[in-house]
């Protein structure tokens, strides 16, 4: 293999290499790897070594083994080799690192690592109720879910997506109750309404009964006691219900593109756990309260004391039998792990879980299972809408159909307002706008890290400046149009004539993304993907605002940079792609 068809992850091996064997020529010291980061200007180089770390093995003061080392680090591939304080800046030669850019982009791989190969792991996500549609909250959940299957699965594991749907409770009780007394018999079909916003009209309907006659709430009860029993009447009435909240939910998983591996049901494992926890009360890991409960006693360390000095305790059954929520999660989490030989497991759920899953894990941990230490909260905050910029039906929470569909619309404006000529047809603008609303609102929701609460902001997702789904689409639009236009010439592309901070600086991007997407993989957290892809789209459009592509001056020139515009769509394709969004060639 030649210089000129080396890839960067070959050259970055190649480098770390000779900076390892000057080492041990000077030092006769043997490291295994050097930490390559980049210089804060891409005018002082295309990587920089920090020599802090290696003064101490070394025995040199980090400034002057920074000069030493420089004065030798040599290769055909480097340009030169600076020290700057406790730091060497390190400059490729321009024609290696740009065919070695297209060399690594055009691979069917980009982005993709071994970083976590023979990992399988579980993302479970959404986790919805059937006694209402998903909302704006389930939004952020499914994107932050979808994204980081996605990225774990670049980063080479296998991943089992999973929704452990909340079908049985009061509160599905409660859709029931209002159902048979104010339905009417309606159905989806007699209404025309979707399945889960029927079901969602009768828990409403509930709760505002429920404020003029506080008695209901005995007949709900009744309800659920009917339930668990295996009422012939009410467990009819259950899948009835049950099933036309499950097809809306299909339907709005596809518009959003959320998919799952395995579905679990909370009415198949609800009974779950007591077996684990009778073991827990024999070995001692539990205790058997006066009233007849069972609870785990949490240590002080982790989870502090009561007001009055008592260790605090979590009930695991409660005095009359009955277990909560966190008992079928102890055997549903093993049931997890050995049906599908999980090397971890990720829960999505919002921060006002974060107590339930400390409680959870340490209890499990209690219980001996060693694989305790693989289970992880992605934790995430709460979203809020601007006031009056958009309302539910209900006007308290905004249903993740109503998002989309609102979305939609207000992008078929941007689009119209765009398309001066109307040389758009009615199909393509419809077809264009549910796209570059998806993009809107995943961006938007992933482009922060997962704890931050987020204000959505409808109108400024869907601009096409700045750090937006839109803006991204738009800026690949614009490279396949350029590469569409570009016609094949007999002239190959001479990488050694860019070199301008421009186009270096869309290197540097380039170069960044995998490394994003492993450390994405690495903290769960896909905004760091979203901003890397960002970051790539901001240069290249910097780029082509002061450089011809396509009217180069020179051939050669011309081959090259058309070869930079092809590796920037394929790279801003990849970003989205692991944000769970489509691009648009035509925008």
């Known amino acids: 293999m030649t210089n000129s068809s080396m890839k960067i992850s070959e050259i970055k091996e190649k480098l770390n290499n000779s900076i390892l064997a ?15 980061i980049y210089p804060p200007s891409i005018t002082l180089g295309d990587f920089a070594i920090e020599c802090f770390s290696l003064s101490k093995a070394l025995k040199l003061p980090p400034a002057v083994l920074a000069q030493k080392l420089a004065e030798h680090i040599t290769g055909d591939f480097i340009s030169s080799a600076n020290a700057a304080g406790p730091y060497i800046n390190i400059k490729l030669k321009n024609e290696l690192l740009f065919s070695a850019i297209a060399a ?43 994204a980081t299957a996605l990225i774990l699965e670049s ?60 008695e209901i709430e005995k007949e709900a009860q009744e309800v659920l006691i009917k339930w668990e029993m295996g009422d012939p009447e009410v467990i009819a009435l259950w899948e009835k219900m049950n099933s036309w909240v499950l097809s809306g939910f299909e339907q709005t998983f596809r518009d959003y593109r959320w998919d799952f591996d395995k579905t679990y049901y909370e009415s198949n494992t609800y009974k779950l ?8 009360v024999v070995t001692g890991v539990f205790q058997k309260e006066e009233n007849s409960s069972v609870t785990a006693t949490l240590p002080a360390d982790e989870f502090g004391k009561e007001k009055d000095g008592a260790l605090k305790k979590a009930t695991l059954i409660r005095k009359d039998g009955t277990s909560v929520y ?66 539910s039906r209900e006007g308290k929470v905004v249903d993740a159909d109503d998002l989309l569909s ?28 549910k796209t570059v609303a998806d993009a809107a609102i995943k961006y938007y929701l992933l482009q922060f890290s997962p704890h931050q609460d987020i204000h959505f902001d409808p109108k400024a997702s869907l601009s096409f400046e700045g750090n937006t789904g839109p803006y991204l689409q738009y800026t690949y639009a614009r490279a396949i149009g350029i590469l569409e236009k570009s016609e094949s010439d007999a002239f190959l ?11 270096l600086t869309l290197a540097n991007r380039l170069i960044d993304f995998p490394d994003q997407i492993i450390a994405a993989a690495r903290d769960l957290n896909p905004a760091k993907v979203a901003s890397s892809t960002y970051e790539i789209a901001k240069s290249f459009n910097t780029f082509y605002q002061k450089h011809h592509v396509l009217n180069a001056e020179d051939k050669g020139l011309r081959e090259a940079r058309i070869s930079l515009v092809r590796s920037t769509a394929i790279a801003i394709k990849k970003g989205l792609h692991l944000l769970n969004i489509q691009v648009l060639e035509k925008m």
């Open 22 to 36: 000057t080492i041990k020529d000077l030092f006769d010291v043997e490291l295994k790897q050097i930490d390559l």
């Open 104 to 146: 690594e982009i055009v691979s069917e791989k980009y982005g993709d690592s071994s970083e976590l190969n023979n990992e399988i792991t579980m993302v479970e996500y959404l986790s919805p109720n059937t006694n209402k549609p998903l909302h704006l909250g389930h939004v952020r959940n499914g994107s932050l879910g979808m």
């Open 155 to 214: 980063a080479g594991a296998k991943v089992v997506k999973a929704n452990l749907v909340n079908d049985r409770g009061i509160h599905i009780c409660k859709s029931m109750l209002a159902w048979q007394k104010w339905g009417n018999n309606e159905t989806p079909e007699s209404t025309g309404i979707k399945g889960d916003h029927l079901v969602g009209k009768y828990y409403v309907k509930y709760s505002i009964e429920a404020e003029k006659n506080p």
């Open 273 to 280: 756990g007591k077996k684990i926890v009778e073991k827990g």
């Open 326 to 391: 966190i008992t079928q999660d102890l055997e549903t989490t093993r049931l997890k792990f050995e049906e599908n030989n999980l090397s971890r497991s990720i829960w999505v759920v919002g921060s006002e879980q974060d107590y339930h899953f400390k409680v959870l894990f340490k209890i499990l941990e209690m219980l001996g299972f060693e694989w305790s230490q693989k289970c992880f909260h992605l934790s995430y905050g709460m979203v809020y809408l601007p006031e009056g910029k958009m309302k």
């Open 406 to 433: 609102e979305m939609t619309e207000l992008a078929t404006q941007e689009i119209k307002k765009r398309d001066t000529e109307n040389k758009i047809g009615a199909r393509e603008v419809s077809m264009r706008a």
């Open 493 to 503: 592309p001479d990488f050694n004539l860019l070199g301008n901070v421009e186009e």
